[in-house]
């Protein structure tokens, strides 16, 4: 994956409207305000912690930046965010699908839970595919060139004897993007989108936390 753009492509994203899940910290709060810093004149923080999502869309700018309180994995809510966008900023050109949950860190195969089995897949899988079939039949509609990101895993390259459950909605990420419907064939115009996987591995910094998978979002728009 292509690191984050140097600061060459300062407002890169100038004039975009992205939409960031699972924004209101860690990762998806280090990828809003990358784009606001380059140029993104609108961007949709969608979660479910609303006091720490505010304070995040606050912080970046109320003049291009709000929270949308959404589970990713109602499809309902999911669409009705992505409308509320289109209304609200007149488009929709970046889908960061990032929001997750990591679930009991030591289910072991052997001692699998399948409440929090079913809990980690419903947002880390579900919410993965509900969040690119909305965003990517509105800018199919729209016509827009633009850029599908979801968060994956290294835990989705490889195997453990431990978050069996994690690591299975990861490796469903992958064949997310590896789905010739999502990565070539959600637009009429092959050209029209670029989808790609982030695969961070245990993020220490916040800071560094969106340093891979950007390098398609920034080319969609060249």
């Known amino acids: 994956m ?3 753009p140097s600061i060459s492509l300062k407002k890169k994203l100038e004039g975009k409207v992205a939409i960031v899940t699972g924004g209101a910290s860690g990762i998806g709060e280090a990828t809003a305000r990358l ?15 609303p006091e720490k999502g505010k304070s995040v869309a606050e912080s970046i700018g109320s003049h291009r930046c709000s929270y949308f309180q959404c589970d990713v994995a109602d499809e309902e809510q999911v669409k009705a965010m992505v409308e509320w966008t289109v209304k609200t900023y007149g488009g929709l050109d970046i889908m960061y699908s990032n929001a997750g ?5 030591f289910q072991t195969l052997l001692e699998l839970d399948f409440s929090e089995y079913d809990a980690v897949m419903r947002v880390n899988a ?6 690119v079939k909305q965003a990517g039949r509105k ?6 060139r633009g850029a599908i990101v979801c968060t994956a895993s290294v835990a989705g390259e490889v195997g453990g004897i431990i978050q069996t459950d994690y690591t299975m909605s990861k490796h469903a990420v992958v064949g997310l993007g590896a789905s010739g419907e999502t990565a070539a ?13 982030g695969g961070p ?16 979002v920034f ?3 060249d």
């Open 101 to 105: 949950i990591t679930g009991s860190f």
């Open 35 to 49: 784009f606001a810093e380059h140029g993104a004149r609108g961007v949709v923080i969608a979660d479910i912690q």
């Open 201 to 216: 591995d245990a993020v220490r910094r916040k800071s560094g936390a969106h340093r891979r998978g950007f390098g398609e």
């Open 139 to 144: 800018m199919v509609e729209l016509g827009t």
């Open 126 to 131: 579900r919410g993965m595919a509900v969040c």
């Open 185 to 197: 064939g959600i637009a009429r115009d092959k050209d029209q989108l670029r989808f790609a996987l």
């Open 219 to 221: 080319r969609a728009f």
């Open 2 to 4: 292509a690191d984050a």
